[in-house]
């Protein structure tokens, strides 16, 4: 029973170690890439509007979390002081 355990926690270590690894490597590949379709925006004046419009779904989803946590949080307390 713990040889069962011990191999289990090998194989957890190289499943991490494999992962670092591969969020090491993979960028290096990406990077190496060149990017036509990036390249044509920033020509066209395009990639501001990509960046514009990026900008504001991650606001949006930053002011959603923070109205949902200030929701929870009124749950809580009503809850909590019952």
Known sequence: ????????TANG????????LAML???LVAMAQEVEMAD?????G???VVVGVIAIIF???AFYLIAL??????M???????
Request: glycine share 6%; net charge positive; no cysteine.
């Open 69 to 74: 946590d200030r929701r929870i949080s009124k």
């Open 25 to 27: 490597v993979f960028p």
């Open 1 to 8: 029973m713990e040889n069962r355990k011990k191999v289990k």
């Open 13 to 20: 270590k190289w499943k991490s170690v494999w992962s670092v």
């Open 76 to 82: 809580e307390n009503r809850k909590g002081g019952n």
């Open 46 to 48: 395009k990639i501001y």
């Open 59 to 61: 606001l949006g989803l």
């Open 40 to 44: 044509t925006l920033r020509r066209d």
